[in-house]
């Protein structure tokens, strides 16, 4: 891998407004100068970043269509309905997942979860996933999460056969989005920041205990949610989403919640990774997030989710030593293709000419182009497409972004080329045959040349604040 150069940039914060944050908080001047950087101007917003507070939440019910979710959920808790929880095989849908079965149970319904497989379903709530799920079960009523924004034949589907459809996401809406009973996305409102899908997953929790405040044995379903934080935690710290407002506040107290977790999972997961005392973003991010998905990218997904919901202790361990072994096999699977893909890359490199990365190999492991697309964007800072073509003839890749580039824009001006793409600004999927990968290459270059200047392509060290001695 050749190294490239980076650009150290030092931020300018107002000297006034520093001043004013040293005199109102009684804080040194340099950390008023990081604050000021990163745009907490008053001694208010400073004070609510640095102290977040449960209470300080926003209201869910701000989010569209929580009050037609909240409804719809209670009345199949009253008739003893069945509910099936749709999941996805990433640490936010498995994550997601578990508090939303765990919190359901506590309100007494008949629920259990469903996690589509990576390899043959693809990504999300996708018609053969929901095929499968609703196969053989006695659903009357599915509540995904972290996914099902944009799938308008899935959910069609699934209500053609009498099964209501409330989904929680957090995925840029298209043009056209899911009739579900309920949509529940932030991206489709005017409240609140950015969440991760197990953030609106707790959202919709916290609506269904407020609004049940009165029942009966809701004091135990509040106790619930609350010890589920360390969840929330960790599927907001994997999807790398902004730790700002509402997820600071998530992170901040599920990382006290995790060092003394209640679940007999967490506590086994965090056995095998080794981790005691005081923990940090770090530890959910690197240590226990690569074993949850390691579930996802080469294994059983549900695994996962079982172990989260278990309360069986031999239960527990075992599974999350099966994890530790997947994860482990993944680094080694990982690290092989990763050396092939910057072996490949640097052959032709040219970084006057090369904005968007592009790489196809038959043979990869589908479920790993994911991590080396990270690599590799990070590496090269330019937006990076890792594609595993599979001997049957399709072809299934994962893409990694730059801050400059918008992934979601680039793959729509190369969608003639793609059976399908979905997913953020900054981490996507797609699907394409393999004999339109060169045209897709072409097209998602041109792209990111037209969307990118030479400036955003240089890796920058930004620095806060020089503090001389």
Known sequence: MRPLQKKWEIRTANLEKVRDLVAAMGIPAPLAHVLVTRGFNTAEDAAQFLRPRLAELDDPFLLPDMERAVQRIWRAVDAQERITVFGDYDVDGVTAAALM??????????????????????????????????????????????????????????????????????????????????????????????????????????????????????????????????????????????????????????????????????????????????????????????????????????????????DDLAEAGAIAKLLDRDNQERRAIERKMADEAFEEIDRWFNPEENYGLVVAREGWHPGVVGIVASRVARHYNRPAVIVSIDPDGSARGSCRSIEAFDLLEGLQACSEYLSQFGGHRMAAGLEIAPDALDAFATAFN????????????????????????
């Open 101 to 310: 079965i765990r919190v359901l149970r506590a309100l007494g319904a008949r629920v259990e979860g469903f996690v589509p497989d990576r390899l043959e379903e693809g990504y999300g709530l996708s018609l053969d996933a929901v095929e499968r799920c609703l196969a053989g079960r006695e659903t009357q009523l599915l509540v995904t999460v972290d996914c099902g924004t944009n799938s308008v034949e899935s959910v069609a589907y699934a209500q053609a056969r009498n099964v209501d459809v409330v989904v929680t996401d957090h995925h840029e809406p298209e043009e056209l989005t899911a009739d579900a009973y309920a949509l529940i996305n932030p991206k489709l409102g005017t409240s609140g920041g950015p969440l991760a899908g197990v953030g609106v997953a707790f959202k919709l929790a916290h609506a269904l205990v407020l609004s049940g405040s009165e029942r009966p044995g809701m004091d135990h379903a509040r106790s619930v949610l609350r010890s589920l934080l360390d969840l929330v935690a960790l599927g907001t710290v994997a999807d790398i989403v902004p730790l700002v407002g509402e997820n600071r506040t998530f992170v901040r107290y599920g990382l006290v919640q995790m060092e003394s977790t209640e679940w007999v999972g967490m506590k086994a997961l965090k056995e095998v990774a080794g981790l005691k005392g005081e923990l940090n973003t770090g530890h959910l991010g690197f240590q226990l997030g690569p074993r949850i998905n390691a579930s996802g990218r080469i294994g059983e997904p549900e695994q996962a989710v079982r172990l989260l919901t278990t």
């Open 446 to 469: 041109t792209a990111a040349r037209q969307a990118l200047e030479p400036v955003d392509l240089s890796s920058v060290q930004s620095v806060d604040a020089v503090v001389e001695a």
